[in-house]
């Protein structure tokens, strides 16, 4: 690629940084903006090297011993501090205007367009890449806060997985004490309320509750989440099965009322473009979990510097949004394309693992094994690309390929999948099957 000056320079330098500006000043001003959870759960944290860490002390406060004068103090088991540490990754995404766009935008210039029609149409991609580095910012710290772990795959990242932990405590994880959510047996009242006894008996308060939307869809239909409502509306109930279904409004009201936190929904979905590029939505929150929060300030947003912000490169126009995002414009005259890219150093890290709680509503062993992607695209060239896994038992990962031109290997944590090359004129689709011993996770592998 020949890089040069953005094809529309005269109105790149006008009107670049003042729209970087008002797109960055209205996103986080725009209600609709209240789904970013991360732009008011973390604090932005500044990493010259590029590293993350996150230390936890592993314990709890016992309380003083008594003794007389002159007396030596007994002493205590020390606490052991567990720490987490990794390379922040860069993200990013590029939009392109293609020659018959920029024919169109010439067209109008030509034609005598007003000119704030025609920055429009040149600048249009501007809030689309600030956004969209934003949204994935969001989707890592979703996963991260409902489940304890990062594990972005291959499909959304487009490069190497992310992966990360957060010093999640196995004893403040917790499952259904009947059937899971939505069955006959499930008791959700009793659920909630263990995770909020372990918590009290570790010497924590639970002050905010994460839960999707779905989960307080399934509290409303039940008897026991009905008669709380009733009850929190100081109704008289002699046969539940009179009782209608709460309003969410009116179920949250009363869940407070009777844990003493708030209750809040989360029900965020976002767009990703897979390799082959097409589109589907995602809710990056697990939606089986309950995560009971000690505080509504979960952690730091660890960001760094990327290297074109002190070696720019000769014909980009840069601008900086916010922080830590690094927008960029530029055009490239072999073919004639106009680009604007939007790319951060940035991850999300969550601290105070070990005062969080985690109700898992379902059954147990659908959380106990997840893989970092569900598809897998290849070159019609001999390659390999590597999942990443996570199981919480002891059992051991293993692998399976349905068709001959692509294995596996197993190391660990980590699935290898290695294709041959395609010499057919057609492209081709497999499956790689991984288990933990308990479930089974199909990943779909297409080559060209």
Known sequence: MAIVKSIFSQLVDKYFAPVVRRVTETINGKKEEEQLLHTTMLTEEYSPDLKWESSELSGSIVAADVVSLDSSLPLKKRDSISKDVGKIPKVGLKFRKDESDITTINIMQATGAAEDTIVSKVMNDVPRAIGGVRHLVEIMFQQALSTGQLLVGEDITRGTGIRATYNYLAENIFHCTGGAWGEDNAALIDDIEQMFAN????????????????????????????????????????????????????MLEA??????????????????????????????????????????KVGRLVYGRLAEETNPVDGVTYEKSGSFILVSKF???????????????????????????????????????????????????????????HYDGDGKVSATSNVA?????????????????????????????????????????NQE
Not at 277 to 293: C, D, F, M
């Open 255 to 296: 869940l407070e009322a009777e844990f003493g936190a708030t209750f809040r929904i989360v029900d965020s979905s976002f767009k990703i473009e897979d390799a082959d590029g097409k589109r589907r939505t995602i809710k990056p929150w697990e939606q089986a979990n309950v995560v009971g929060l000690t505080t509504d």
């Open 331 to 389: 055009s490239d005259n072999e073919p004639l394309q106009e680009f604007t890219t939007a790319q951060a150093f940035v991850l999300p890290v969550i601290d105070g693992g070990n005062s969080v709680y985690v109700l898992h509503t379902d059954a147990e062993s659908e959380e106990n094994f997840k893989v970092g992607l569900t598809t897998l695209s290849f070159g019609k060239s001999a390659s390999s690309k590597v999942i990443d896994t």
């Open 199 to 250: 918590a009290s008996e570790d010497g924590n308060t639970i002050t905010l509750v994460m839960i999707a939307k779905a989960r307080v869809d399934m509290l409303r239909k039940s008897a026991a989440g009905k008669l709380l409502v009733a009850n929190n509306n100081g109704q008289t109930v002699t046969n539940i099965d009179t009782l209608g279904k709460p309003t969410r409004t009116a």
């Open 405 to 445: 031109w692509a294995t596996v290997r197993t190391s660990k944590d980590k699935v290898t999948v290695n294709v041959a090359e395609n010499t057919n004129e057609e492209a081709r689709t497999g499956k790689v099957t991984i288990t933990d011993g308990t479930t089974s996770v199909d990943v779909t592998i």
